[in-house]
């Protein structure tokens, strides 16, 4: 077993870490060299949830598995960085998929007449409702994307049709693909989102990312295959199977569903002593959703090319225990789905599409992905144009995120109850007066930060917030308070 001693010890290579490590080594007001930065990562590979799959296409696509999307795009610091250091060219790698979705029923047999029933306008005067009334009392109670709906449609019913009255459920669930989890586990209170701008869609992979920040980093900063098992906050070392690293700075950057697990999980984390309860508490009230991914490879394109993402409403109209786990494939249609049609955004002929799926669907397609096809055959078959008939995949991949024991799911997601501010107040150590405000173990990572949670750009924005914090601390100030 061997001991090592660091100046910083980051825990994980996705890209708050490698972010974490790359400033430190490369901002002008750092100091550190070369052996002062250790990146710590249980896997085998660097990127975590930015994870870029090159060579399984039949098509010669690359897939980002993970992170896909340059969300808010007027405010996203890894767009406009990477524009400007011309790593990311805006016409050829960008493609805003922001075309009108259409989307299908298998009430009509075909496209649902969303736009002339007015049901896009309906689905916004829902969200702008459920702000104004948690906006009119913070205190309202809780309660879940379905309920909410339900007292919209109490309230304002008199002014909608019955299409509307019929559809507006299934409506709402079209959030599930943002949020990762079926909508009764879907809190009402955050249901409402609000994006600083248009998302841009990464056609290249944003392994390009992983790829600019290892540029500024040594391949011996990072350690693969090490799994930390505990961290030791007195003595300032973790434990790793295959030895003990002492560090003065130690950044956390493992995926909130890590830090859940109890401490004695195969893949939990032991802290001595214990975190404080504040930060347990916090944790416990911020929940991971599953957000998956479907690929589908044909041999030719049997739907509308010019349609970029279909939406394939739920047909269960009850909506009835649509968060329990699956235990087999679940009735057609169950859950919402979006499909994504890979040739219109990049422009050809080759026929793919990628199906967006949520929690527990995501879970149980990624536990038995053999079944995936004969899951979503059906309701594809409502996108086959006349013309034409649906044919078989010549290639099917799903994303794994659920089955990764260093994932466990795909990102922070707010339930019914939980408290998604108090997570950030209490790992980002921002506020004066929190448990960890001048603490030397940080925190990072897309859970701990509010621009850009859940986002690539969020996680790279609270690595550099962590590198920066310890840049000022080791080297502008000597002062570290004690835990
Ligand atoms: C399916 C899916 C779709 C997404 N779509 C988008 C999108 O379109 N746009 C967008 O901006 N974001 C998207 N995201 C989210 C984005 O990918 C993540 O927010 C971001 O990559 C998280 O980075 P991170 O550094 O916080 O965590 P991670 O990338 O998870 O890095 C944490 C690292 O810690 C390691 N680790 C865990 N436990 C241990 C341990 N005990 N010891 C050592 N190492 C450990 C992990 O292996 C991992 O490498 C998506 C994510 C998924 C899964």
Redesign the pocket.
């Known amino acids: 077993m061997s001991v090592k001693e660091v100046k910083v010890c980051i ?8 972010k974490t490590a790359h400033t430190l080594l490369n901002d002008p007001r750092s100091k550190f060299t070369k052996d002062d930065v250790l990146i ?4 085998d590979y ?5 994870l870029t799959d090159k060579t399984s296409s039949k098509l010669g696509y690359s897939y ?8 808010d795009a007027l405010t996203n610091v890894v767009l406009k960085e990477s524009i400007e250091d011309k790593s990311f060219d805006l016409n050829k790698d960008g493609y805003f998929d922001d075309l009108e979705h259409v989307y299908y029923h298998n009430d009509h047999k075909g496209e649902l007449p969303y736009n002339k029933w007015r049901l896009n306008k309906v689905g916004e005067e829902l969200f702008k409702f459920i702000e104004i009334y948690y906006y009119e009392s913070l205190d309202r109670k809780d309660m879940n994307l379905l309920e909410i709906t339900d007292i919209y449609i109490e309230r304002y019913g008199d002014r909608l049709t019955p299409e509307q009255i019929k559809y507006l459920h299934q409506v709402a669930r079209y959030s599930e693909l943002w949020f ?1 989890v079926a909508s009764d586990k879907i809190s009402a209170k955050y249901s409402a989102m609000s994006h600083e701008g248009r ?1 841009l869609y990464n056609l290249k992979g ?1 392994s390009f990312l992983v790829d600019k920040l290892l540029k500024g980093i040594f391949r011996e900063n990072i350690l693969l295959n ?4 505990k961290i030791n906050r007195a003595d300032k070392y973790i434990e ?1 199977q295959h030895g003990t690293i002492k560090f003065d700075y130690l950044v956390v ?3 909130l569903s ?1 830090l859940k697990l109890p401490q004695d999980h195969e ?1 939990g ?1 032991t802290w001595e002593p214990k975190l404080p309860a504040s930060m347990t508490e916090a944790i416990d009230k911020m929940s991971f959703g599953a ?3 479907v690929i589908f490879e044909f041999d030719n394109i049997w739907w509308d090319n010019e349609i970029e993402r279909f939406v394939l409403l739920s047909e269960d109209l009850d909506n009835k225990d649509i968060g329990e786990p699956l235990k087999s494939l679940p009735k057609k249609s169950k859950y919402p789905i979006l499909a994504i049609n890979y040739a219109a955004m990049h422009k050809n002929e080759k026929a793919s599409l990628v199906l967006l799926t949520q929690s527990p669907l995501t879970d149980y397609v990624e536990a038995h992905p053999e079944e995936a096809w004969e899951y979503f055959k059906p309701m594809l078959e409502q996108i086959v144009t006349k013309d034409k008939k649906i044919s078989e995949p010549i290639n099917v991949m799903t ?1 794994k ?1 659920t089955q990764n024991p ?2 466990r ?3 922070s997601a707010v339930l019914p109850n939980d408290d998604p501010e108090s997570i950030i107040v209490q790992l980002s150590g921002e506020l004066e007066g929190v448990a960890l405000s001048h603490s030397p173990i940080r925190f ?4 701990t930060i509010s621009e ?1 949670d ?6 790279y924005m ?2 550099q917030r962590e590198a920066e914090w310890i840049i000022n601390n080791f080297f502008f100030s000597k002062k570290l308070a004690k835990l």
Do not use: M
């Open positions: 825990i994980g290579a996705g890209i708050s870490g490698l710590v990562e249980g896997q660097i990127g975590g949830r930015v980002d598995l993970g992170g896909a999307w340059f969300h990762g998302n944003f090490h799994k930390v098992s790793t950057t493992v995926p890590i893949y984390i957000l998956g991914k994303t995120w260093y994932a799911g795909s990102y990072a990572g897309e859970h850009g859940g986002c690539i750009h969020g996680a609270s690595g």
